[in-house]
């Protein structure tokens, strides 16, 4: 235990900010794994509705991701990382439902 007041005050301002940094990584994981099942739904049946979902989640967790950053619970490059997992799913999934459209050359 600590000795002195200013490493008992040291104790409880580090568990105040561990309990706040574990909601925002939290909210963080949560909202990843929302966006993730968003995708797969879309997958399996996509239509508009669905990539609206999963425009709404990806937007939500960016959010999140950005502010958790900010406030340096998350290191910036943590963030950039689950920010480029996230569009990496999302392009992998919506180029496979979606494939893009082949150009006709009508050259007469």
């Known amino acids: ?3 002195n ?3 008992l005050k040291r104790i409880e301002i580090a568990e105040r900010n561990r309990v706040r940094n574990k909601t925002y ?3 963080v994981k949560t ?5 993730f099942s968003a995708v797969e739904d879309y997958a399996r049946q996509p239509s508009p509705e669905a990539l609206q979902a999963v425009e ?3 937007s939500q967790a960016y959010s999140k991701i950005d502010k958790a950053v900010k406030r340096r619970v998350l290191h910036p490059n943590n963030g ?3 920010k480029s997992r996230l569009a990496a ?4 999934i919506t180029a496979g439902v979606n494939p893009p459209a082949q150009e006709t050359s ?3």
């Open 56 to 58: 709404s989640s990806m």
């Open 31 to 35: 909202l990843m794994k929302k966006c």
């Open 5 to 7: 007041k200013s490493a």
């Open 106 to 108: 009508a050259s007469a």
């Open 80 to 82: 950039a990382r689950k």
């Open 1 to 3: 235990m600590a000795n």
């Open 25 to 27: 990584k939290s909210a």
């Open 89 to 92: 799913r999302i392009r992998k």
